[in-house]
């Protein structure tokens, strides 16, 4: 049976956490309260970039999906990031990813954004076999800086940490060994 999908609704908040606080465990974190608070306000305001679906049947929210719109130095119109899709673990394996999936596509259409992309985990296996219908892998590897605790560095110290190791490398004559991985073009 399908669901039905629809945008989130202020209605919507109490399945959103429990849904959203699994989510946030699937990839080994524990909700945090300020953030799950500064979500959902930013989900409801209009103003904000950020929005979200949900999948519902017989009534009850069994999927969320959020997504965020930007521009791009690639392209003329805006860009759709789908940063966070999650299926109820009772009621996978039924098409409700695919549907979420398949409602943001006719959003991109009719809205004319240039591009609707993900990130998952390499890991995420079954994720992975819905997504490969949409298309193959984009190839890109994602680096990631956090702005974690401590001291801030000044662009100088910024500049000496990542020039010196570059320097090293390069003097000694060591170079990386390109990798490849089942699926990746080398």
Known sequence: MDASIRRIEARD?????????????????????????????RLLDPACPVYGIVAERDGEVIGIAHYLMHESTGTVT??????????????????????MIDWLVVEMKSQGWSRLYWNTRENNYRARGLYDKYGPHSGFVRYVVENGPGPAASPQELHD???????SRAQSGRRCAKRSRPGCSS
Not at 161 to 167: D, S, V
Request: charged share 30%.
């Open 161 to 167: 940490n990542i020039e010196q190791p570059a320097r």
């Open 78 to 99: 805006p860009v759709c990031y789908l940063q966070d899709l999650f299926v109820d673990p009772q009621k996978r394996a039924s098409g409700v990813g695919r549907q």
């Open 13 to 41: 908040e109490a399945r959103w956490r429990e849904l959203f606080a699994a989510y946030t465990r699937f990839y080994e974190r524990e909700p945090s309260e300020p953030v799950m608070r500064h979500t959902w306000a």
